[in-house]
Each structure stands twice: as structure tokens, then as C-alpha cells.
């Protein structure tokens, strides 16, 4: 049996994979970066939690 990836690489690898919309989460907390506050950027960030989620799942 091959041994289980560590969790820092399973991040790396689905960190990897999520580019695109790490970008778009990033510049959209950038663009105003003196008023952010809670969910200014929600629906960019559950974009790239999603990847995120199913780019960790394709690595099992």
C-alpha cells in the first residue's frame, strides 16, 4: 500500500489545481483593501473553496 500524502502536500496539490480562482478571490479582496469586512468577498471565496475541496478529492 502506498503511504497516505501528508496534509501540507494535499493542500499544495489542490492549491495548484485552484489558480484561477485563487486570482479572482485575491484581487477582489485587493480592489478595497482598507474596507474589508465579512463576506466582501464571499462568493469568490466559496468558488475557490469548492476547487479547493474538489481538487483534494481528486488526489485520494
Keep these: 500500500m502506498p503511504p497516505r500524502p ?4 494535499k493542500f499544495a496539490t489542490a492549491a495548484s489545481q485552484c489558480s ?3 486570482a479572482v478571490y485575491g484581487k ?3 480592489a ?7 463576506d ?5 471565496f ?8 474538489k481538487a483534494s478529492k481528486r488526489g485520494r
Excluded: G, M, T, W
Aim: charged share 30%; net charge positive; proline share 3%.
Design 6 to 9: 501528508r496534509p501540507i502536500q
Design 20 to 22: 484561477a480562482e485563487a
Design 28 to 30: 477582489c479582496v485587493v
Design 32 to 38: 478595497d483593501y482598507n474596507s474589508v469586512h465579512k
Design 40 to 44: 466582501k468577498c464571499l462568493a469568490e
Design 46 to 53: 466559496l468558488r475557490l473553496k469548492e476547487c479547493f475541496v
